[in-house]
C-alpha cells in the first residue's frame, strides 16, 4: 500500500486553498461539487504529497458531524492499492471494520475508494491504482 492523499475537512474550502498555495502547494484538482457527500473538494500537491481538501456544503452532508468535532484538521489518510476488494478483505481478517462500501467518484474518472476504521488509528481510505 502507498500513500496516495491525506484528506483534509476544512470549513471555508477558497480560504483553505488558498492557504495551501502560499504553503508552496499547487492546485491538481480544482475545486468540484460532490454530491454524494454533498461537499466541495480539491486536490493539492507539494514535493510529492497529496492534499485532499473537504468542505460540507451544509448540514445534510455526511461529514458535517466530523467537521462540527474536529475543525479544520485531517482525518484520514488514503492509501492506494493494486486489488481493492482484496486488500478490504485482507484488513477485515486484521480487525478492520468495514465503513463505507466501495463507491466510484465521476469527477475523478470513476475511480473507486472505501473507507475502513480501526479502533487505534481511526479511519483510512482505499483507493485502486488508477491515473486521475
Known amino acids: 500500500m502507498k500513500i ?3 484528506g483534509y475537512l476544512v470549513k471555508e474550502i477558497d480560504k483553505a486553498i488558498e492557504e495551501f498555495k502560499k504553503l508552496g502547494f499547487i492546485i491538481t ?3 468540484c461539487f460532490d454530491g454524494n457527500y454533498i461537499a466541495d473538494f480539491a486536490f493539492l500537491q507539494k514535493d510529492g504529497y497529496c492534499v485532499e481538501l473537504i468542505c460540507p456544503v451544509n448540514d445534510k452532508s455526511p461529514i458535517y458531524g ?3 468535532k474536529h475543525k479544520n484538521s485531517p482525518y484520514h489518510i ?3 492499492v493494486d ?4 486488500t478490504i478483505n485482507d484488513l477485515i481478517k486484521q480487525g478492520y471494520l468495514l ?3 466501495i463507491f466510484s467518484v465521476s469527477v475523478l474518472n470513476n475511480k ?3 473507507f475502513l ?3 487505534h488509528i481511526g479511519m483510512i481510505e482505499l483507493t485502486e491504482k488508477k491515473d486521475i
Do not use: A, T
Not at 486489488?83 to 482484496?86: A, G
Open 112 to 114: 473507486r475508494f472505501s
Open 29 to 31: 484538482i480544482e475545486k
Open 83 to 86: 486489488n481493492i476488494e482484496q
Open 66 to 68: 466530523l467537521m462540527k
Open 117 to 119: 476504521m480501526n479502533s
Open 78 to 80: 488514503c492509501y492506494e
Open 99 to 101: 465503513f463505507k462500501e
Open 4 to 6: 496516495h492523499h491525506i
